[in-house]
């Protein structure tokens, strides 16, 4: 290809952006930006039953939280009509379309008759040679070649070649005037100067239809790739059966979308047997060439460890911006800078999500603990008074706050009453943070600093002897 490639994503507005379309875009995007070329967003509403304004922003909202942005567009087809009008006349005053006025029941009772024939219905050609001029209720079809091959080139499946005796003269232009889709796209492909289209092979059928316009246009054909469905594990479409099929709902379910579209790109295309990209490794090796021919089968789990390992590999800095919004969701009102960078730090390698993350990180926030009762009933014991008070008076009195200052503090207070760090681990954990999981006591009585641990501790010591005087 001479020119630098064009890709685009056109989704239709009659619903979430799902995974398998956030797929197709995020290849179409990638490739433009692998080759610096341009991709383009067009919204094919022209459907207007079927499409929602509420739809084009769910999904722009899907492609902004992905990260995929876009050089022009978004373009609407619904305000296009003048343009596909243009190239319909194009066609019909070059010979390559004509009006039709057969009526709805013959071309009913036609497919029916092909039905029962066991055949594909197609149209028989009646209207093809009567020169009819336009009328109220005429469709426009286009003049299909009657014999030959039509032949689709795909940078992912090769040359597929289709009968022209298996196609018909397809309709571009409804009785009501609208095009229909195989039009339209068409002439937002050639009009858009898109010249490589990258999509779900559940189009390749629309595929010789529209290299036939292409050519009937005089225009160069695209490039196309096809790309194979998504499934599930059960080898079926993937569909809502198989968990959430929205790709904000797992925005919500506290995903990175670093993760998503990692994720998602490699459901279909590979590096060797690299699963970890991060975006700018995405960009520089994404590829037509390995994609490949067989379908990609989604797996919940896997998606799930790959988040946690892009969890693992960004900064504290970068991930406070996705927390944040958790921590409110919760009612943690929390603010990026050090306390949280250190909240971070402490839960990153043990957060598969971020609403995971949000859950372990409340006890930092908490003016007071609410011990988990199981928890309280088992480790806030009198025989842990003790060593309890004796580390809460040293905590106290050590200046700095630190890995290195807090172990000899606990070491001494250990050896006196003979007991393993585990005696005393799982009862601070529990006065700390109410629950019998959290961070390394260490790293956590560091973050959370000697006014909150001290005070933490004397309401656990406070608890434990309230308890012993109602026992
Ligand atoms: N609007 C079509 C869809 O959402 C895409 C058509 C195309 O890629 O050519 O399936």
């Not at 056109?10 to 619903?15: A, F, I, K, M």
Request: proline content about 4%.
């Amino acid at each position: 290809m001479d020119n630098e490639p064009i890709t685009r994503f056109p989704p239709s507005p009659s619903g979430y952006l799902h995974l398998g379309g956030a797929r197709t875009a995020l290849f179409n995007w990638l490739y433009a930006r692998h080759t610096r070329g341009r991709f383009v967003l067009r919204v094919e509403d022209t459907d207007v039953s079927r499409s929602t304004q509420e739809s084009v922003d769910s999904i722009l909202e899907a492609l902004e939280w992905l990260g995929i942005d876009w050089d022009e567009g978004p373009y609407f087809q619904s305000r296009r009509f003048d343009v596909y009008k243009e190239y319909i006349n194009r066609l019909l005053a070059s010979g390559n379309a004509y009006y039709c006025t057969c009526s709805a029941e013959r071309l009913e009772r036609m497919r029916q008759e092909a039905m029962q024939r066991g055949g594909k219905p197609k149209y028989d050609g009646t209207c093809r040679e009567k020169g009819l001029e336009r009328s109220e209720g005429a469709v426009v079809r286009f003049k299909a070649p009657l014999s030959g091959t039509t032949l689709v080139k795909d940078r992912i499946r090769g040359n597929i070649a289709f009968d022209n005796t298996e196609l018909d003269d397809f309709i571009i232009q409804r009785s009501d005037g609208t095009p229909t889709y195989n039009l339209a796209v068409v002439v937002d492909d050639i009009t858009m100067s898109i010249n490589t289209i990258i999509r779900g092979d559940d189009h390749l059928n629309n595929t010789p239809k529209q290299v036939q316009l292409y050519e009937a246009l005089g225009c160069e054909v695209p490039d196309f790739a096809h790309v194979p469905m998504v499934l599930g594990p059960d080898k079926t479409r993937l569909s809502k059966r198989h968990g959430a099929m929205s790709v904000t709902a797992y925005r919500d379910m506290g995903y990175h979308p670093d993760a998503m579209v990692n994720y998602l790109v490699r459901l279909g295309w590979s590096h060797g047997d690299q699963e970890f990209f991060t975006r700018d490794e995405l960009i520089e090796k994404f590829n037509l060439e390995h994609i490949g021919r067989s379908a990609g089968v989604f797996d919940q789990e896997k998606l799930l460890a790959l988040n946690a390992e892009h969890i693992r590999a960004k900064s504290n800095d970068a991930l406070a911006a996705h927390l944040i919004p958790f921590l409110s969701a919760i009612g943690i009102d929390a603010a990026p800078g050090t306390y949280l960078f250190n909240v971070i730090e402490t839960l990153k390698n043990r957060s598969k999500t971020f609403v995971e993350m949000a859950d372990a990180a409340e006890f930092y926030y908490v003016e007071t603990v609410t011990y988990e009762e199981k928890a309280a009933k088992k480790f806030l014991k009198p025989g842990i008074l003790n060593p309890l008070k004796e580390i809460t008076s040293a905590l106290e009195k050590t200046e700095t706050f630190n890995q290195e200052t807090l172990e000899p503090i606990f070491q001494r207070v250990m050896d006196k009453h003979e007991l393993k760090l585990g005696k005393i681990a799982q009862p601070m954990r529990v006065a700390l943070t109410g629950r019998t999981v959290s961070p390394g006591i260490f790293e956590m009585i560091e973050v959370l600093g000697k006014a909150a641990v001290a005070s933490r501790l004397k309401d656990a010591i406070e608890y434990i002897e309230s308890r012993q005087m109602d026992g």
